[in-house]
Nanobody, 118 residues
Framework: QVQLQESGPGLVKPSQTLSLTCTVSGDSITTRYYYWNWIRQPPGKGLEWMGG???????YYSPSLKSRSSISRDTSKNQFTLRLNSVTPEDTGVYYC??????????WGKGTLVTVSS
């Protein structure tokens, strides 16, 4: 069974860089033709797709976050990582990683709460 687990700091100070890692088990992040995503949900708001990395290594970003985002992967550890620069309190929320296939985002991590505060 495919499992995803987010990890990273729960508290980040404004202007700093948020770094989250998603560890995948039960599948390889290089398996065709899956797409590995980051999604977040600010308090009281809906889900926001942030970006992702394709099985081939190509990356894609939400236009609204592209200037501050970077997604990378470590195939030896079967992990992919999100880095978000210059965070503000508006970046507070629950961050999820998810696998997307032909049928949609069928597998999600449990999510991790990130609070941006001084």
């Amino acid at each position: 069974q495919v499992q995803l687990q987010e990890s990273g700091p729960g508290l980040v100070k404004p202007s700093q860089t948020l770094s989250l890692t998603c560890t995948v088990s039960g599948d390889s992040i290089t398996t065709r033709y899956y797409y590995w995503n980051w999604i977040r949900q600010p308090p009281g708001k809906g889900l926001e797709w942030m970006g992702g990395v394709l099985y081939s290594g190509s990356t894609y970003y939400s236009p609204s976050l592209k200037s501050r985002s970077s997604i990378s992967r470590d195939t030896s550890k079967n992990q992919f990582t999100l880095r978000l620069n210059s965070v503000t309190p508006e970046d507070t929320g629950v961050y999820y990683c998810a696998r997307e296939g032909p049928g949609g985002m069928g597998y999600w991590g449990k999510g991790t709460l990130v609070t941006v505060s001084s």
